[in-house]
Every structure is written in C-alpha cells, then in structure tokens.
C-alpha cells in the first residue's frame, strides 16, 4: 500500500507540472465556482490568487478545482513543513525547538491527511476524501496556537495553508453535493 500510494501521488505530481496552465480568464461557470468556493475562506483574494495561478483550463469544474485545490495544499504543507525543520534545525532555544516539534507533527499529519485524501479523490471516494480533510484545518490551527508570534513568516504560511484546506474542502464538497 506504501509504494502504490508512493507512485500514485508521484504520478499525480508529474501530470500537474505537466498540465499546461490556462492562459486565459476562466469561464463564467468556472469563475462563479471560485467566487463561491473563495467567498467561504478567510481570505478570498489569497483564494482566487491560489486558483488563478494553476488553472489548467479556461473550464473547470468542482472536480478540478478540487484537484488543483489538493495539489496546492500538499504543496504548500509541504513547504511548511520544510521551513519549519530548517527553522528547528536553527534555533538554539529548546523551549521553542520544542514548539517547532509539535508544529512539524501537526503538519506531517495535514500532509498524510492530504495523501489519503488525494487517492480517494482519485478513487472517486468523495466522502473518505471530506473526511481525511476534515480536520486538517485542526492542525494548522494548532501549530499557529503553540507558535503565537514567535516567528513572523508562520503566520502567514498557516493563513496561506489554512485557505488551502478550506478551498480543498469546499469543492469537494461541491463534488459530493453534484
């Protein structure tokens, strides 16, 4: 199961660096599902931002905005999470190396989260899918409560990442709901 879930987001990965990206303002359905999807995050314009920037047609659906959603959260808790053990890696203090630990662990649970949800999307198992998204929004909640402000750059990293989950849930949502 390890290697199959391995070489299945490995695979998914590749296609969406390869998908060429749309050129063009998306369609009027296609916008109206990310005005809706992106009026229900914290920030709408980081949202439309997020969508815009990997689009991979002019005509999308719930279904591929919930597939551009999932990729972009691995993505970006996975470069949280690299940030993150660099910055642990770096400090001196162990009270806060300590902190940096719990927020590693909270973000490694987001992505595993976010792997189990990316194959049952591709399974088409959309109610395993909400749930394995579910409490994502949990852990970067967690990690922003044990860090408060002592490190600038994480709180915009978690808002950034905490918008993520949200569109990812939203859409699939909207698939499950079609």
Request: net charge negative.
């Amino acid at each position: 199961m390890g290697s199959t879930r391995c070489a299945f987001l490995i695979s998914m990965a590749i296609i969406l660096v390869l998908i060429p990206r749309s050129s063009g303002a998306p369609d009027a359905a296609t916008q109206a599902l990310i005005n809706n999807i992106c009026g229900q995050t914290d920030d709408s314009k980081d949202c439309q931002r997020s969508f815009y920037g990997d689009l991979y047609s002019d005509s999308m659906d719930a279904k591929g905005l919930t597939q551009v959603a999932l990729a972009l959260t691995l993505e970006s808790a996975s470069d949280t999470r690299i940030y993150l053990q660099k910055a642990q890696s770096d400090e001196k203090r162990q009270d806060v190396k300590n902190l940096y630990r719990i927020c590693i662990q909270q973000y490694l649970s987001l992505i595993s989260n976010f792997e189990n949800a990316s194959l049952h999307f591709a399974e088409e198992e959309y109610k395993l899918m909400i749930s394995d998204i579910e409490p994502c929004e949990r852990f970067v909640n967690s990690c922003q409560l044990v860090m408060g402000t002592k490190v600038a750059d994480l709180g915009a990293k978690n808002l950034h990442t905490k918008v993520l989950v949200r569109m990812s849930l939203i859409s699939g949502r909207l698939i499950q709901g079609s």
